[in-house]
C-alpha cells in the first residue's frame, strides 16, 4: 500500500486504520487457532479494537522515539503469519522496529521482510511443544472485585484451551438468583466497563458460559466442603481472594478439598508465606510451593521502580505515600468501622490510613530492610491509586537522567510488564484505569535535585495488580512459552 502524502492526514489515518483491520484476524487466527500471543511492547494485540492497536503503534512512537507506525508492521504480521509457529509469544513492535534497523543499517543490502522475519523467527519455526505439559485447572475462592477481575483476564487467555482453563468459582451461598446477579457484576463493571465477550446463564447447572468457557459456581460455607473432582476439576490452582485467611494454617484448608494442589493468595500473607511481586522476586517460587501470596497492589506497585533504583542510584532511606482509591472495607457514610478513621465517608473525605506496603516491600527486595517508611491516604475515587516516592540516593541524578533511565527499562527490561511510562502533560487518574502495568512513572513529575528525588508513580490498583497476579498464577503452574525476542 503506497503512504499518502504528509499533508493528507485524514487520507493517513484511513489507510493505517485499513492496515489494521486487516492485521486484526491474522493476530487472532494466530492466538485461537496456534497459541500465538502478538504483542507491541508488551502490550497484548488479541481481542483489541482497531483504535487500541493504532494507539499501541503511537505509544511506540511517543516513548520509544522512533517512526514505527503500521505501514512498518503490517508486512512483518504477514511475514510472520506464514511461518509455522505454535505456542509462542512474539514481540510484533520490536521484531518491527528490528526490521527497520536493518534496513536503515544495510540500505540496498538489506533483506526483504519474509527472509528478514524468517531468520529472526526460526529458532520458533516448525516447534511445536505445548508450554505446560498438562492443562492447568484454575478456581477463583471468592466473586467481588479481584475476583471477577481474574474471571475476566483467565477467560481473555484461555487461547487454544490447552495451557489454562478457569474451571469453578466458589461462593457461599445466596438467595434465589444470585447466579444472575452475580453474572449481572461480571458483565457490567463500572469502572472497567462491559465485558468484552458474550456470557450465558445455566441456571440449572449453576454455570456461566464466558467466550464458551464453562464457569462452575460452586456454593459452599468453608473451603472443606468442596469436592472439586466431582465437577471434572483435578490439581487445581486455587485463587483466594477473599482475603479472610492470610496465613499457612488458614490458606491449607484449601488444600483439603479434593481436587485441589496450590493456592495463591490476593492478599499480602503472614508468617513464613512467600510474598511474591512478580518480575522482582518470582525466582523465590520453588516447584513444591503449595501456598504463596501476591503481596498487595501497592507493593507490587513500588517494589519494581524502588528495586532498578536502587541497583542503579543506591537508596540511602525514603519515605512512601500512597494515594489510594476507596474500598469496599470502607463505609459510604459514616457508620461504625472497627478500623481508626476507615468508619468516615469513603465518597465524602480523605482518609488517612496505614499501609504496610513499605514494610512489605522489604520482603522482596531484603536490600532496602529498615530504609522506608509509608503511610496512606484513601481519596474519594473508585480505582486508580498514586505512590509518591520521596528518596535519597546515594548517587546524584538529575530530572532528565532519572527519567531516560526508566524509560529504558520501561521499553527495554525483563520488568516491561512492570515498569511503564508516560510522557503526558495533562496525565490524570482515570487515564490508567485497564493498564496492565504494575505502575505508570509519570516523567513529567518527577522532581530531582542532586541526591534528592521524588517520583510519582500511578498503578490501576485492580486490573493491574490482577495482571500481576495473572503473571504469578503462570508462574505457579509452570507454564513457559518461548519468545521472541530472547532478550528484553
Not at 543499517?105 to 523467527?121: C, H, M, Y
Request: aromatic share 8%.
Amino acid at each position: 500500500m503506497e503512504r499518502p502524502s504528509v499533508d493528507d492526514y485524514f487520507g493517513d489515518w484511513k489507510q493505517r486504520e485499513a492496515l489494521v483491520q486487516e492485521m486484526i484476524p491474522v493476530i487472532g487466527r494466530l492466538f485461537s487457532q496456534r497459541n500465538v500471543g502478538i504483542f507491541i511492547y508488551g502490550r497484548p494485540l488479541h481481542n483489541r479494537s482497531v483504535t487500541f492497536i493504532m494507539k499501541s503503534h503511537r505509544f511506540v512512537r511517543q516513548v520509544e522515539r522512533n517512526e514505527m507506525s503500521e505501514f512498518e508492521s503490517h508486512p512483518v504480521l504477514m511475514a510472520l503469519a506464514k511461518l509455522d509457529l505454535n505456542h509462542a509469544q512474539i514481540d510484533l513492535g520490536k521484531l518491527t522496529v528490528r526490521y527497520m534497523e536493518h534496513l536503515e543499517a544495510e540500505g540496498s543490502n538489506a533483506q526483504d521482510v519474509d527472509n528478514f522475519v524468517a531468520e529472526e523467527l526460526a529458532y520458533l519455526d516448525g516447534v511445536n511443544e505445548p508450554p505446560v505439559p498438562k492443562c492447568q485447572d484454575v478456581v477463583l475462592y471468592g466473586f467481588g472485585r479481584i475476583g471477577r477481575l481474574m474471571a475476566r483476564l483467565l477467560v481473555e487467555r484461555t487461547s487454544t484451551g490447552e495451557v489454562m482453563r478457569l474451571k469453578a468459582v466458589v461462593v457461599r451461598p445466596g438467595r434465589e438468583g444470585d447466579l444472575v446477579k452475580r453474572a449481572s457484576l461480571f458483565t457490567n463493571d463500572s469502572v472497567h466497563g462491559t465485558f468484552q465477550g458474550t456470557l450465558r446463564i445455566d441456571e440449572e447447572r449453576n454455570v456461566l458460559i464466558a467466550n464458551g468457557n464453562e464457569l462452575q459456581f460452586i456454593y459452599a460455607n468453608s473451603p472443606e466442603e468442596v469436592d472439586y473432582t466431582a465437577y471434572g476439576i483435578s490439581d487445581a490452582l486455587v485463587i483466594d481472594n477473599t482475603g479472610a485467611w492470610r496465613d499457612r494454617e488458614g490458606l491449607s484448608r484449601h488444600l483439603n478439598s479434593k481436587g485441589a494442589s496450590k493456592v495463591i493468595l490476593t492478599a499480602p500473607g503472614k508468617g513464613d508465606l512467600k510474598n511474591i511481586v512478580y518480575g522482582i522476586n518470582d525466582a523465590q517460587i520453588d516447584e513444591g510451593d503449595d501456598i504463596i501470596t501476591a503481596a498487595s497492589c501497592t507493593t507490587n506497585a513500588i517494589a519494581p521502580v524502588l528495586k532498578v533504583i536502587n541497583d542503579k542510584f543506591g537508596i540511602e532511606h525514603g519515605h512512601i505515600e500512597t494515594v489510594h482509591a476507596y474500598t469496599n472495607d470502607q463505609n459510604l457514610i459514616d457508620n461504625y468501622h472497627k478500623g481508626d478513621r476507615r468508619g468516615r465517608s469513603a465518597a465524602l473525605n480523605m482518609v488517612l490510613t496505614e499501609t504496610g506496603a513499605a514494610k512489605a516491600v522489604v520482603k522482596a527486595v531484603p536490600e532496602l530492610e529498615g530504609k522506608l517508611t509509608g503511610n496512606a491516604v484513601r481519596v474519594p475515587i473508585p480505582n486508580v491509586s498514586m505512590a509518591i516516592m520521596t528518596l535519597s540516593l546515594k548517587t546524584e541524578s538529575s530530572k532528565d537522567e532519572l527519567n531516560e533511565f526508566l524509560r529504558k527499562i520501561a521499553l527495554h527490561s525483563d520488568l516491561q510488564n512492570q515498569i511503564s511510562y508516560t510522557q503526558s502533560p495533562d496525565a490524570v487518574s482515570t487515564d490508567f484505569v485497564g493498564t496492565r502495568e504494575a505502575c505508570v512513572v509519570d516523567s513529567n513529575a518527577t522532581i530531582c535535585d542532586g541526591n534528592h528525588c521524588v517520583l510519582y508513580l500511578w498503578y490501576d490498583n485492580e486490573f493491574g495488580y490482577c495482571c500481576q497476579v495473572g503473571r504469578m498464577v503462570y508462574k505457579m503452574a509452570g507454564v513457559s512459552y518461548k519468545y521472541y525476542p530472547l532478550e528484553p
